[in-house]
């Protein structure tokens, strides 16, 4: 691969990896067209140049949004999609089939969840939302617009404040919104009747989404608020690869600035809720509680190109 | 009163009202400062005048931080002192007298605290502290300097991070900080042998501090990690006074400088930690479990100008 081709799919990746506002689903979307990039700008070249390109941003996008699952299962899909194709036609028309119907199972999957979602939103309730996530976003808005009326209840996510991008898309969607910093949950969860919350990753010890889900799904039980994670089953992935969004550490400065000498700073960006701390986990196969997370551990195949490496001591 | 006298007073309390970075003890001392400042200035005032003027500045200090009982404290017992002061002589002697008691009372005390905390520390651990507390800060720089060595884990305290302040305090003591926000604590915490919290007020029903506290208090139990409220009886007050913390609401626009239409922001700073979510209460009596509180609500006299006004249906 020329430097030139490498820079240009790292510059491609380059805002997905630095995307600390949208949830996994979002991100998926946004990597389709990555992929889409690719294979109409160098329409002309062979199919081993395109595939090495395809190759190279899948694993950059992989290794840059360790904890998302969605991206993972969308490139692995698309690598093995194209792995045999002989023309750089057929490997265009295989990868953009693979997208189209991954596309097309985020939204059914979203769509079958709002509905999931909708008998769990008490009307007239006050609902708490946890960081951002489209699939939380498109449930509410649904019941919304089937005329369930109820509130929202929301907190900033720091570092990266994507919860003020969850007020703000409920707001415009005429929901109201209450909005506060995140310690200050204390405060309002004793008022909500429900809570959500996205979920990037899964697996059988629980699920990986943005730090601070832990410390919601701690406060839920004790204040007794059913807490429900809302996710495609494009989630799930295996064991190995659960705790692969450990190694998505962010900058110190993003933290504090200027923190003075002698002081160390920790910006990690996830953690993981154990089943035991959800009260269901909504998917588009119905709402699962933790005795149910065993059946959905399917096997997948994993392209070479992103098989973990063995940790080296 | 004149009205010149009235704003002059208001403008000496601003700052200690504005004050969200110093903790409870901390203000008082802050206080001694203004109440001096007023019967020095006022020294040829008749002693009505300069009563008049200590009894406007204890009403706004206890209104403006109306979680604060050492601050409390100190107004009622400077009121019931200068009461029955027939000269401003005498008025100042018996102010600054009550002052000096005062101050002397919670220095012996944080004394005191330091020492039975040094205990709770155990040799080359890590130890969490939240929000900032003069308590917890002189309690853990004197186990320094006694040889212990630890670290210290500590979180912003959002919104106005006096945590960032407390790391500072550790750092340029030479104690090993590490800092991350509020909702990562959940990432922090298991790696702790110990969690120290400060407070602002005790009653019964627990003791309040800095929200965020009950979060804390939450994952603490969850995750078996002993949790210490370091503190004076300075902060013991009648049960009817505990919930005065709820009157302290802040602008929203701390929380989020231009939230969009639709949103309603919540900035609220105090939270109550039940006794039961704490291993202990380091006072200077002692470490105190939920059974000993009962004994130490004494009952102390309340100066007319402080009394509580019956809530209006």
């Excluded at 949830?23 to 062979?46: D, N, P, S, W, Y």
């Excluded at 449930?139 to 570092?159: H, K």
């Excluded at 707001?171 to 979920?199: K, Q, R, W, Y």
Aim: with cysteine; charged share 25%; net charge negative.
């Amino acid at each position: 691969m020329s430097k030139s081709d490498a820079e240009w799919i790292s510059e491609l990746v380059a805002p997905i990896k630095e995307d600390l506002l949208s949830g996994a689903a979002e991100l998926a979307l946004r990597a389709i067209v990555v992929f889409q990039t690719i294979f109409t700008e160098k329409a002309k070249e062979t199919p081993e140049v395109v595939r090495g390109l395809i190759q190279q941003a899948s694993k950059e996008l992989v290794s840059g949004q360790p904890a998302m699952a969605p991206l993972f299962h969308l490139c692995n899909k698309v690598l093995i999609a194209i792995d045999d194709a002989s023309t750089t036609q057929e490997l265009s028309e295989k990868c953009q089939k693979t997208l189209d119907d991954y596309e097309k199972m985020l939204c059914e999957s979203a769509a079958t969840i709002a509905d999931a979602a909708y008998d769990l939103i008490e009307p007239g309730s006050l609902v708490f939302a946890y960081s951002f996530s489209s699939t939380v976003v498109s449930a509410l808005l649904n019941a919304r617009a089937r005329g369930r009326y109820f509130r929202v209840a929301c907190t900033e996510a720091r570092p990266s404040m994507e919860g003020r991008k969850l007020a703000a898309r409920f707001a415009s969607g005429g929901i109201e919104v209450i909005h506060t910093f995140d310690n200050a949950m204390s405060l309002i969860l004793p008022n909500c009747a429900t809570a959500f919350m996205g979920c990037d990753c899964i697996a059988r010890p629980g699920v990986v989404n943005k730090v601070g889900s832990w410390m919601l799904a701690v406060a839920c039980r004790e204040l007794k608020v059913p807490l429900y994670a809302l996710s495609g089953s494009e989630k799930f992935v295996g064991d190995e690869r659960l705790f692969e969004f450990e190694s998505h550490d962010r900058p110190g400065e993003e933290v504090w600035s200027d923190a003075p000498k002698g002081v160390s700073l920790l910006n990690h960006q996830f953690d993981l809720v154990p089943f035991d701390l959800l009260s269901g986990l909504v998917t588009e196969t119905g709402v699962l509680r933790e005795a149910d997370i065993e059946a959905q551990m399917r096997k997948y195949k994993v392209h070479e190109a992103l098989k973990l490496q063995p940790v080296a001591f």
